[in-house]
């Protein structure tokens, strides 16, 4: 069983993955309604994380409040959950794996943490500094990988998985080409919370 935080494209692309990999159930996690039917589109149980903390509506998909690994595809600009969902609390997504994520499981934390963030709300927080559980972590022997994907380990068997139509990772997330005069409108609504991501198709390679 996985857990997905976040259900922007990264997360998408995670849920679709883990499906691809043979997960069970694989939940995603959002505060974007758009984005949640996006995910519940090819199969994923998803949580409302503006109703609460995900450990009480994990246990309602799968009888227990926690799940075999995690992945964090959110990153520093996390906020809280429930009635803190307006607030910014950038270690929010990674301590709340570390509670759902079961003994001797695995976080995957393809989200974007920083070195330097000069709009955080707090000064060790704009050093890329944020109050973790590293502990409860360490308890549970939780194995953490994280960083940019090596795309080029993964590329060959992605794109013989799409050709192959194992997976359509196109319609997961929801992929739209435009054109580049249109780039800004779709900025502006990917930066809104559109459930679609843009691809920019200059030269009109992209069939529509």
């Known amino acids: 069983t996985v857990y997905v935080a976040g259900a ?4 998408l692309a995670a849920a679709v993955s883990a499906q691809l990999l043979g997960a069970a159930v694989v939940i995603v996690g959002d505060m ?4 949640l039917a996006q995910a519940r589109s090819f199969g994923c149980e998803t949580i409302d994380l503006t109703q609460g903390e995900p450990g009480e509506q994990i246990e309602q998909i ?3 409040p926690e799940v075999d690994a995690g992945v964090d595809a959110v990153g520093f600009e996390a906020r809280g959950h429930g009635k803190s969902a ?6 929010t997504v990674l301590n709340s794996l570390m509670t759902v994520t079961a003994a001797g499981g695995g976080l995957g934390i393809p989200g ?3 070195t330097g963030d000069p709009g955080a709300k707090d000064a060790a927080a704009q050093v890329g500094s944020l109050s973790i559980r590293l502990g409860l972590g360490w308890a549970k022997s939780l194995t953490f990988a994280t ?3 090596p795309v080029m380990k993964y590329n060959r068997q992605l794109m ?3 050709l192959h139509d194992k997976v359509q990772i196109g319609k997961a997330v929801n992929a739209k080409a435009i054109s580049l005069e249109d780039a800004p409108r779709g900025y502006a609504e990917f930066d809104a919370g559109a459930a679609t991501k843009y691809v920019l198709n200059p030269n009109g390679y992209v069939k529509a």
């Open 160 to 162: 013989m998985a799409i």
């Open 62 to 64: 799968l009888g227990v």
């Open 112 to 114: 974007l943490y920083v």
């Open 86 to 91: 307006g607030e910014e609390a950038p270690a």
């Open 8 to 11: 922007g494209p990264v997360g």
């Open 32 to 35: 974007n309604p758009e984005r």
């Open 147 to 149: 960083g940019q994907c």
